[in-house]
């Protein structure tokens, strides 16, 4: 926990700031007692004290053999919510930020105090996907400066790839370039999972975009690019796609193939749809009969998961 304190010393009328970090237990009702006993001894000595604010860090814990969380909360105009998780270099993490009012923000502190890059507290940022840099804790802050917020926050770590380090870190700069530029150099929100779909060695990237201009009712966007030299470039776009995404283990043509799930738009009840290569791309939407309509749920790895809400 972080206490800012406003300290107002015996006869002056100014006020001063003091910020202390206090570890205190998780358990809410003990946590009290240590909080008002510093409050009462400092203003034991004739100076006015009091909480300007407090920032409470929770850790994020994943499930037993999950790397995604999702986490719910609320927060007051000007206060900030803080979540910590340790992640190693290499890793890709993806966060996104739902706001009930469209008005919450997130800020990313590495382990060497410094913010991320998109995710510093002048860029605004409601999601962020990227290759963490070193190995420690990372903590994520959600800020509600621009109002009442009521939120959800996604956090999931992508470690399929912790050992091609600098092969992923190409990948990561090399997409976002890839992205902006097909959008007049201005930012989208997306998330993204890195697989070798066609067994050559390299990644492949799955770009789930999340933005308003490519969601609708039925659902969103969903790109499939393969690298092309220092670029990327579309094996397919799909539509109406919702996570979880997975990338089924049964090979067609030499490429992996994609289940989503299909719902809304008139499609009641959803389903997973189950999508092949045809040995130049995969089916555009999967709720036509290109696309097979799983009967059982066929093996695989979910690389983008459900919920990821959109903006």
């Excluded at 800012?4 to 946590?31: I, M």
């Excluded at 966007?221 to 990338?247: C, E, F, G, Q, Y």
Aim: aromatic letters at 10%; one cysteine or more.
């Amino acid at each position: 926990m972080k206490v800012v304190f406003c300290h107002k010393p015996y006869g002056q009328d100014n006020f001063q700031l003091r910020t202390l970090k206090l570890k205190f237990s998780n358990h809410k009702r003990w946590t009290i007692f240590p909080f008002a006993l510093l409050i009462f001894s400092l203003s034991c000595f004739g100076d006015s004290w009091y909480a300007c604010s407090v920032e409470i860090e929770y850790p994020i814990h994943f499930m037993k053999g999950k790397s995604f969380a999702s986490l719910n909360g609320a927060l007051l105009s000007g206060e900030k919510q803080l979540y910590a998780l340790s992640a190693r270099a290499g890793q890709v993490m993806n966060v996104k930020l739902f706001a009930v009012a469209d008005n919450g923000i997130v800020q990313i502190i590495g382990p060497d105090k410094q913010y991320l890059l998109g995710a510093r507290e002048t860029d605004g940022a409601k999601q962020w996907s990227g290759l963490l840099p070193v190995t420690g804790k990372y903590t994520i802050v959600v800020d509600g400066r621009r109002g009442d917020i009521a939120f959800s926050l996604n956090v999931w770590i992508d470690s399929e790839n912790i050992d091609g380090l600098k092969e992923v870190n190409s990948d990561m700069l090399s997409l976002d370039r890839f992205m902006t530029s097909d959008n007049d150099n201005k930012h989208l929100d997306y998330v993204v999972a890195f697989r070798d779909l066609d067994g050559d060695g390299k990644n492949e990237a799955i770009v789930h975009l999340t933005g308003s201009d490519y969601c609708g009712s039925g659902g969103c966007n969903t790109l499939i690019l393969k690298r092309n030299a220092d670029s990327w470039k579309i094996v397919t776009s799909m539509t109406i796609t919702h996570p979880p995404i997975r990338v089924l283990e049964n090979v067609v043509h030499g490429w992996h193939s994609i289940a989503v799930f299909v719902a809304g738009g008139g499609i009641l009840p959803g389903y997973e749809a189950e999508l092949a290569f045809n040995g130049k791309t995969y089916p555009s939407n999967p709720s036509t009969v290109l696309a097979k309509k799983s009967s059982k749920r066929a093996n695989g790895d979910v690389v983008i998961p459900n919920p990821v809400l959109r903006n």
